[in-house]
């Protein structure tokens, strides 16, 4: 899983990410039972095997889960990580050149995520047909991947949250204040006992820029150790990367996990 986190403040956005992605395979229980035939009374054996389900196989600490797109906006992805053989940063650089190369002028944040949704259900029918089904045998509330598409709509901050499934929904926040997608146990834990305690809620609208970075960190972070340390199977880990836009500036990189030496000083 993934856990993506962005703060609406006054002074910009804050977005963040971890690294960690899993291979997922695939399990099934088989044993051997006696049972006595009602028919003939006899005992036979019987092999039953339990349904397919999924298990995770490996880890790799590196994905790519947060990047900016066109220089104006920020991506957080959660879900798969690849569609049509292709993973979901490699996907969203082509869409990124495609919109460059078309020179169609951006109307905000909002329009920008519609057009995002939109271009990755239809990689998401590609790659079910694929499969040789469709995304008419999805749930209707099933996400197989998600986005958050931060930036402006004129000054004002939002957060586009993007659920790709069987069809596609975007939910806007823009409000000042936090929202996270992916695994969010543990964020929302902290938040529930913030809840118990109003003293102890952030008061994001005076939040520095600084405020914010240290706060998305302190999410990821604290998941990523309660996840250590308990009996479960991490889905949240590795680097975490952290980047900021503004009407003003764009996007840039707060903080960027290295990809080698070979990229070092670029």
Aim: glycine share 8%; proline share 5%.
């Amino acid at each position: 899983m993934t856990l993506i986190v962005s703060l609406r403040i006054p002074d910009g956005i804050v977005i963040a990410g971890d690294s960690l992605s899993t291979l997922m395979g695939q399990g099934q229980f088989e044993t051997t039972i006696d049972v006595t035939c009602p028919a003939c009374n006899q005992q036979h054996q019987i092999q039953p095997k339990s349904p397919i389900f999924p298990v995770h196989g490996t880890t790799f600490s590196y994905a790519q889960k947060v990047f900016s797109f066109c220089d104006k906006f920020g991506i957080g992805t959660f879900g798969t990580g690849l569609l049509a053989n292709r993973s979901i940063y490699f996907t969203m650089r082509l869409l990124e050149q495609k919109l460059q190369e078309e020179k169609k002028p951006f109307e905000g944040v909002t329009a920008t995520a519609k057009i995002i949704g939109n271009a990755f259900h239809n990689l998401l029918q590609e790659q079910l047909k694929r499969e040789n089904t469709s995304v008419d045998a999805l749930q209707e509330d099933q996400a197989i991947l998600g986005f958050q598409v931060v930036g402006y709509d004129d000054t004002e901050p939002k957060t586009v949250e993007v659920f790709v499934g069987k069809k596609v929904h975007n939910r806007v926040q823009s409000e000042l204040g936090c929202t996270y997608s992916g695994s969010g146990e543990i964020v929302q834990a902290i938040w529930e006992l913030n809840e118990k305690h109003p003293q102890s809620q952030p008061p994001y609208p005076v939040f520095s820029l600084q405020d914010a970075i240290d706060y998305a960190e302190f999410l990821i972070r604290t998941t990523i150790d309660h996840q250590r340390f308990s009996q479960t199977i991490p889905s949240v880990g590795g680097d975490i990367d952290i980047a900021l836009v503004t009407p003003f500036d764009g996007f840039r990189w707060i903080r960027q996990k290295p990809l080698g030496k070979v990229l070092e000083g670029k």
